[in-house]
Protein backbone atom coordinates (compact mmCIF):
# COMPACT_ATOMS: atom_id res chain seq x y z
CA UNK A 1 0.00 0.00 0.00
CA UNK A 2 1.30 3.56 -0.93
CA UNK A 3 1.60 5.27 2.21
CA UNK A 4 1.32 8.80 0.21
CA UNK A 5 -0.44 8.76 -3.38
CA UNK A 6 -0.75 11.52 -5.67
CA UNK A 7 -2.72 11.78 -8.93
CA UNK A 8 -2.00 12.43 -11.50
CA UNK A 9 1.95 11.71 -12.01
CA UNK A 10 2.02 13.95 -15.21
CA UNK A 11 0.07 16.77 -16.46
CA UNK A 12 0.54 18.43 -19.43
CA UNK A 13 -2.16 21.93 -19.76
CA UNK A 14 -2.32 25.00 -21.72
CA UNK A 15 -2.02 28.28 -20.11
CA UNK A 16 -5.04 29.64 -18.96
CA UNK A 17 -6.50 26.34 -17.54
CA UNK A 18 -7.53 25.07 -14.41
CA UNK A 19 -6.24 22.22 -12.56
CA UNK A 20 -6.42 20.02 -9.84
CA UNK A 21 -3.44 17.63 -8.46
CA UNK A 22 -5.05 14.86 -5.33
CA UNK A 23 -3.02 13.43 -2.44
CA UNK A 24 -4.00 10.96 -0.36
CA UNK A 25 -2.14 9.41 2.80
CA UNK A 26 -3.16 6.44 4.79
CA UNK A 27 -0.68 7.06 7.41
CA UNK A 28 -3.32 8.23 9.62
CA UNK A 29 -0.81 11.33 9.90
CA UNK A 30 -2.64 14.69 11.24
CA UNK A 31 -0.43 17.25 9.66
CA UNK A 32 -0.51 17.08 5.27
CA UNK A 33 1.93 19.54 3.29
CA UNK A 34 1.88 20.91 -0.30
CA UNK A 35 5.67 21.33 -1.32
CA UNK A 36 6.88 22.63 -5.35
CA UNK A 37 10.31 21.45 -6.53
CA UNK A 38 11.35 24.20 -9.37
CA UNK A 39 13.56 23.34 -12.44
CA UNK A 40 16.99 23.36 -10.57
CA UNK A 41 15.49 21.08 -7.79
CA UNK A 42 15.12 23.48 -5.33
CA UNK A 43 12.18 22.58 -2.94
CA UNK A 44 10.22 24.95 -0.65
CA UNK A 45 6.98 24.58 0.92
CA UNK A 46 3.31 26.10 -0.46
CA UNK A 47 1.37 25.21 2.49
CA UNK A 48 0.67 22.69 5.29
CA UNK A 49 -2.66 21.34 7.00
CA UNK A 50 -3.45 20.28 10.68
CA UNK A 51 -6.43 18.32 10.75
CA UNK A 52 -8.26 20.55 7.88
CA UNK A 53 -6.83 23.52 8.87
CA UNK A 54 -4.38 25.80 7.03
CA UNK A 55 -1.38 26.34 9.02
CA UNK A 56 1.35 27.57 7.00
CA UNK A 57 0.12 29.89 3.50
CA UNK A 58 4.00 30.51 2.11
CA UNK A 59 3.35 33.84 0.00
CA UNK A 60 1.57 31.29 -2.85
CA UNK A 61 0.00 33.48 -5.22
CA UNK A 62 -3.75 33.17 -4.72
CA UNK A 63 -4.44 31.38 -7.66
CA UNK A 64 -3.14 28.59 -5.82
CA UNK A 65 -5.85 26.59 -3.34
CA UNK A 66 -5.37 24.13 -0.90
CA UNK A 67 -8.43 22.19 -0.16
CA UNK A 68 -8.44 19.09 2.99
CA UNK A 69 -11.94 17.46 3.21
CA UNK A 70 -10.57 15.11 5.65
CA UNK A 71 -7.27 14.90 7.05
CA UNK A 72 -6.41 12.12 4.93
CA UNK A 73 -6.34 14.37 1.66
CA UNK A 74 -4.88 17.34 0.63
CA UNK A 75 -5.94 18.60 -2.91
CA UNK A 76 -4.57 21.12 -4.92
CA UNK A 77 -6.26 23.38 -6.76
CA UNK A 78 -4.73 25.89 -9.34
CA UNK A 79 -6.66 28.82 -11.28
CA UNK A 80 -5.32 30.21 -14.64
CA UNK A 81 -2.01 28.50 -15.31
CA UNK A 82 0.93 30.15 -16.28
CA UNK A 83 4.16 29.09 -17.50
CA UNK A 84 6.05 29.48 -14.18
CA UNK A 85 3.72 27.09 -12.67
CA UNK A 86 5.32 24.38 -14.40
CA UNK A 87 7.45 22.42 -11.76
CA UNK A 88 7.14 18.91 -9.54
CA UNK A 89 4.59 19.49 -6.91
CA UNK A 90 4.80 17.20 -4.29
CA UNK A 91 2.35 16.64 -1.58
CA UNK A 92 3.98 14.92 2.07
CA UNK A 93 2.63 14.16 5.50
CA UNK A 94 3.52 13.91 9.43
CA UNK A 95 2.47 12.69 12.40
CA UNK A 96 1.63 16.37 14.22
CA UNK A 97 2.58 19.58 13.61
CA UNK A 98 6.29 19.81 13.42
CA UNK A 99 8.00 18.09 10.52
CA UNK A 100 9.95 15.92 12.75
CA UNK A 101 9.79 13.04 9.51
CA UNK A 102 7.66 13.88 6.45
CA UNK A 103 6.76 11.21 3.85
CA UNK A 104 6.40 12.38 0.08
CA UNK A 105 4.91 11.12 -2.18
CA UNK A 106 6.11 10.22 -6.10
CA UNK A 107 5.38 14.14 -7.01
CA UNK A 108 3.47 15.41 -9.73
CA UNK A 109 4.96 17.05 -12.48
CA UNK A 110 2.73 19.45 -14.21
CA UNK A 111 4.03 21.31 -17.60
CA UNK A 112 2.56 24.30 -18.90
CA UNK A 113 2.47 25.26 -22.43
CA UNK B 1 14.50 33.39 9.28
CA UNK B 2 16.96 29.59 8.82
CA UNK B 3 18.48 28.81 5.09
CA UNK B 4 20.42 25.69 4.57
CA UNK B 5 23.48 25.39 2.38
CA UNK B 6 25.01 22.64 0.45
CA UNK B 7 28.35 23.68 -0.74
CA UNK B 8 28.64 21.17 -3.34
CA UNK B 9 26.51 20.70 -6.19
CA UNK B 10 27.66 17.44 -7.76
CA UNK B 11 29.84 14.87 -6.32
CA UNK B 12 31.40 12.62 -8.54
CA UNK B 13 32.57 9.23 -6.60
CA UNK B 14 33.71 5.65 -8.03
CA UNK B 15 32.25 2.88 -6.25
CA UNK B 16 33.00 1.55 -2.85
CA UNK B 17 35.07 4.67 -2.31
CA UNK B 18 33.90 7.09 1.00
CA UNK B 19 31.81 9.85 0.57
CA UNK B 20 31.34 13.28 2.50
CA UNK B 21 27.90 15.37 1.33
CA UNK B 22 28.57 19.10 3.15
CA UNK B 23 25.40 20.82 4.84
CA UNK B 24 25.76 23.72 6.78
CA UNK B 25 22.55 26.12 8.13
CA UNK B 26 22.01 29.43 9.46
CA UNK B 27 18.86 29.77 12.29
CA UNK B 28 18.04 32.09 15.21
CA UNK B 29 16.29 29.09 16.67
CA UNK B 30 16.78 25.43 17.07
CA UNK B 31 16.29 23.51 14.62
CA UNK B 32 15.58 19.54 13.90
CA UNK B 33 17.76 18.43 11.16
CA UNK B 34 17.04 16.03 8.19
CA UNK B 35 18.77 14.55 4.84
CA UNK B 36 16.48 13.03 2.09
CA UNK B 37 17.57 11.23 -1.10
CA UNK B 38 15.47 11.60 -4.28
CA UNK B 39 16.06 9.01 -6.88
CA UNK B 40 15.38 9.71 -10.67
CA UNK B 41 11.99 10.49 -11.07
CA UNK B 42 10.74 9.60 -7.43
CA UNK B 43 9.66 11.47 -4.24
CA UNK B 44 11.96 12.11 -1.17
CA UNK B 45 12.77 9.14 0.82
CA UNK B 46 14.43 9.92 4.76
CA UNK B 47 17.82 9.23 4.70
CA UNK B 48 18.31 10.23 8.91
CA UNK B 49 17.10 12.57 11.26
CA UNK B 50 18.55 14.76 14.23
CA UNK B 51 16.01 15.68 17.02
CA UNK B 52 18.43 15.97 19.88
CA UNK B 53 20.84 13.59 22.02
CA UNK B 54 23.75 11.74 20.54
CA UNK B 55 25.26 13.97 17.69
CA UNK B 56 25.87 11.07 15.52
CA UNK B 57 23.51 9.56 13.44
CA UNK B 58 22.86 6.48 11.60
CA UNK B 59 20.52 6.08 9.04
CA UNK B 60 19.46 3.78 6.30
CA UNK B 61 21.64 2.67 3.51
CA UNK B 62 24.98 2.69 5.70
CA UNK B 63 24.58 6.48 5.88
CA UNK B 64 25.45 8.25 9.12
CA UNK B 65 25.52 12.10 9.65
CA UNK B 66 27.10 14.63 12.27
CA UNK B 67 25.27 17.49 14.37
CA UNK B 68 28.04 20.37 15.08
CA UNK B 69 26.18 23.07 16.71
CA UNK B 70 28.95 25.35 17.06
CA UNK B 71 30.43 25.01 12.98
CA UNK B 72 26.54 24.73 12.65
CA UNK B 73 26.80 21.67 10.16
CA UNK B 74 25.43 18.03 9.60
CA UNK B 75 27.59 16.78 7.19
CA UNK B 76 26.37 13.26 5.34
CA UNK B 77 28.46 10.38 5.20
CA UNK B 78 28.71 7.17 3.75
CA UNK B 79 32.51 4.90 4.37
CA UNK B 80 31.73 2.97 0.72
CA UNK B 81 29.67 3.86 -1.89
CA UNK B 82 27.20 1.41 -3.96
CA UNK B 83 26.34 2.43 -8.16
CA UNK B 84 22.65 2.55 -6.30
CA UNK B 85 23.55 5.68 -4.11
CA UNK B 86 23.65 7.42 -7.62
CA UNK B 87 20.60 10.07 -6.67
CA UNK B 88 19.71 13.52 -5.42
CA UNK B 89 20.43 14.41 -2.10
CA UNK B 90 18.95 16.79 0.13
CA UNK B 91 19.82 18.79 3.15
CA UNK B 92 16.85 20.56 5.39
CA UNK B 93 15.87 21.64 8.68
CA UNK B 94 12.52 22.46 10.75
CA UNK B 95 12.74 24.93 13.23
CA UNK B 96 11.53 23.66 16.85
CA UNK B 97 7.26 23.92 16.39
CA UNK B 98 6.96 24.53 12.54
CA UNK B 99 5.40 22.73 10.43
CA UNK B 100 8.01 23.21 7.90
CA UNK B 101 11.10 21.57 6.17
CA UNK B 102 13.35 24.21 4.61
CA UNK B 103 15.58 22.52 1.91
CA UNK B 104 19.08 23.37 0.53
CA UNK B 105 19.44 23.08 -3.05
CA UNK B 106 20.57 19.44 -3.30
CA UNK B 107 23.84 17.27 -3.93
CA UNK B 108 23.77 15.31 -7.25
CA UNK B 109 25.79 12.03 -6.12
CA UNK B 110 26.68 10.03 -9.24
CA UNK B 111 28.74 6.54 -8.62
CA UNK B 112 30.94 5.64 -11.25
CA UNK B 113 31.88 1.69 -11.32
Known sequence: DTAVSQTPKYLVTQMGNDKSIKCEQNLGHDTMYWYKQDSKKFLKIMFSYNNKELIINETVPNRFSPKSPDKAHLNLHINSLELGDSAVYFCASSQRQGATEAFFGQGTRLTVV | AQSVTQLDSQVPVFEEAPVELRC???????????????????????????????????????????FNKSQTSFHLRKPSVHISDTAEYFCAVSPHNTDKLIFGTGTRLQVFP
Open chain 2, 24 to 66: NYSSSVSVYLFWYVQYPNQGLQLLLKYLSGSTLVKGINGFEAE
